[in-house]
């Protein structure tokens, strides 16, 4: 594994619009813990749904409760239709209080593993904190995977050549985290058809009492990610009045009061992470974490950059990161052959 260098270079767009989502969030954070959503969805950019395929992947949207705001997008290569696709349910970041599947630079990033990857993807919505807090957005997830494994469903909301028993779960910052307490609840659970045979985590967020050396060392110095940031998003993300601190296992996933996985059937995992996120040190954290347990893992070091970057197509580290999950997913599903 390289170390990360000294300095960051980047493209001035790059640094703009890491500039533009990190003052978006501060101006959205109010200091009493909750989220400005009026002033957030001016700038919270969405796309529709497209019947017509556009860069070779259809899409649509299935409300399954609109009470629960349980709903998805699934992204479906239109080149492929012959073919017995896996499926990747996918859930998004934002520091568990923004975004959507229909944002744009969700669907663009969803449209890509679509079409690279060769997969049936399923963005699924969760509910924000920090109107609705923890564990809201693990139970939203790990519903869906049930409501998938009903034949009923599957058949309605899934294109026929959907194989839901090649499943992988994914997820980047956020989205990581749900994706790693779903995977693991999943690991536990009798389903009929659905089985989760991999994990895909993009620089999942994770995090603790004690601060690590990235944390220390390029806080305030990377775009987009500050401890000041991090820590709102737990505060706003965990349950008021309840007593806990970052080493609280949903946090700290691999820490003290972590849950004892070597004896589950935990997926094969890859582990994505960023020489300037300052979150890095938590994610190689899990990675080690994994191992020691005896699961299958794999560590991809982008040395050169920094949180988020699969969202930026003029990064060539972008396209490089969608081969790297393409080939964890063909790897995978070959291994079941």
């Known amino acids: ?78 080149q492929y239709t012959e073919e017995d696709l896996p499926v990747m349910v996918f859930f998004h ?34 509910p924000l904190a920090p109107e609705h807090r923890h564990p809201v957005q693990h139970d939203h997830g790990f519903d869906m995977l049930k409501l ?68 220390i060392r390029m806080d305030g110095s990377t775009p987009f990610m500050s401890l000041k940031r991090t820590d709102w998003f737990w505060n706003a993300f965990m349950p008021q009045g309840e007593h806990c601190n970052r080493d609280h296992p949903v946090i700290n996933v691999s820490g003290p009061n972590a849950v004892d996985i070597s004896n589950i059937d935990f997926p094969p995992t890859i582990v994505v992470v960023a020489g300037f996120d300052i979150l890095r040190d938590w994610q190689i954290k899990y990675y080690q974490w994994l191992k020691k347990s005896g699961k299958e893992a794999y560590l991809v070091d982008y040395p050169n ?16 990161l969608i081969l790297e999950v393409k080939e964890f997913v063909h790897k995978v599903v070959c291994n079941l052959s």
């Open 148 to 215: 998938l494994d009903v034949e009923e469903n599957m058949s309605k909301w899934l294109p026929k050549n959907a194989n839901i028993s090649r499943c992988f779960i994914a997820g980047d910052s956020a989205g990581g985290n749900i994706a790693h307490h779903v995977t693991q609840r999943a690991s536990q659970f009798n389903f009929k058809q659905l089985k989760v045979i991999g994990l895909v985590m993009l620089q999942p967020f994770f995090g603790g009492e004690e601060r690590t050396n990235s944390e």
């Open 93 to 126: 970041g934002g520091g568990f209080i923004s975004f959507s599947p229909d944002v744009v630079m969700y669907d663009d990033v969803c449209r890509k593993l679509a079409r690279e990857v060769h997969a049936i993807v399923v963005s699924c919505d969760y």
């Open 1 to 78: 594994m390289e170390s990360a260098p000294k300095t960051l270079s980047l493209p001035l767009k790059t640094r703009f619009f890491l500039w533009f989502y990190g003052t978006g969030i501060d101006m959205i954070t109010r200091k009493d813990g909750t989220v400005n959503r009026r002033l957030f969805n001016l700038v919270n950019f969405r796309c529709p749904p497209s019947s017509e395929p556009m860069n070779g992947v259809k899409t649509y949207d299935v409300v399954v409760d609109s009470t629960r705001n349980l709903w998805f997008r699934v992204f479906v290569p239109t």
């Open 305 to 320: 950059m920094v949180h988020a970057f699969c969202f930026f197509p003029e990064l060539p580290e972008t396209d490089q």
